[in-house]
């Protein structure tokens, strides 16, 4: 089955601008999280959605925010873009809800955004 | 608050030697620990989990709680292992995963 798609895989943006980045889970999963992973700090959490309602956040600024659709597909929104936003933006999928077995997350292959 | 530390950002070894990536957690309650691989120019794949105790392309991972250590082993390394390998803490399903800032491993003939 397809794994978890991120769209676009490439981006590049103005400082001051908005972005929003697309994610489509494995079909099943209703777990969804984003990571920012950087050069400097590594891979860092940003938010974690489950049946549409945002669980858990990480400690960013609420120029990050996201959303979750029915159909589980994910979306996050940078807002005021800072040349510091440049990353890589993960995001990962997982089976089961919290309580569940853990069977760990799918990451897709990541959007790199690039503010300039 | 949960955190993972991997202390070696490079460690490099020679084809058929032993491998020993470190890993330890802070976390007062009882985590479950993962290991992620990312090979070059390819996403990051979970490698074990320390809940199903399976050996993957020869790895393996225990939790000793007492060290609060999950370190990943390989008796045997191959140049193919080479890669960045992660550790991970999740406090349970549904929740963030915690990295660590991962490791390097270089593996030359």
């Known amino acids: 089955k397809a794994g978890v798609t991120q769209t676009p895989r490439y981006l590049i943006k103005t400082r001051g601008q908005q972005v929003t980045l697309s994610c489509s889970p494995i079909s099943g999963h209703r777990s969804v999280s984003w990571y920012q992973q950087t050069p400097g700090q590594g891979l860092q959490f940003l938010f974690e959605y489950f049946s549409e309602t945002q669980r858990n956040k990480g400690n960013f600024p609420g120029r990050f925010s996201g959303r979750q659709f029915s159909n589980s597909r994910s979306e996050m929104n940078v807002s005021t873009l800072e040349l510091g936003d440049s990353a890589l933006y993960l995001c990962a999928s997982q089976l089961a809800g919290q309580g569940g077995a853990n069977y760990g997350y799918t990451f897709g292959s990541g959007t790199r955004l690039t503010v300039v | 608050a949960q955190r993972v530390t991997q202390p070696e950002k490079l460690l490099s070894v020679f084809k058929g030697a032993p491998v020993e990536l470190k890993c330890n957690y802070s976390?007062?309650?009882?985590?479950?620990l993962f290991w992620y691989v990312q090979y070059s120019r390819q996403r990051l794949q979970l490698l074990l989990r320390?809940?199903s105790r399976e050996s993957i392309k020869g790895f393996t991972a225990d939790l000793n709680k007492g060290e609060t250590s999950f370190h990943l082993k390989k008796p045997f390394a191959q140049e193919e292992d080479s890669a960045m390998y992660y550790c991970?803490?999740?406090?349970?399903?549904?929740?963030?995963?915690?990295f660590g800032k991962g490791t390097t491993l270089s593996v030359s003939s």
């Open positions: 991970a803490l999740s406090v349970q399903a549904g929740t963030a995963l915690i």
């Open positions: 320390h809940i």
């Open positions: 976390y007062s309650g009882s985590p479950e």
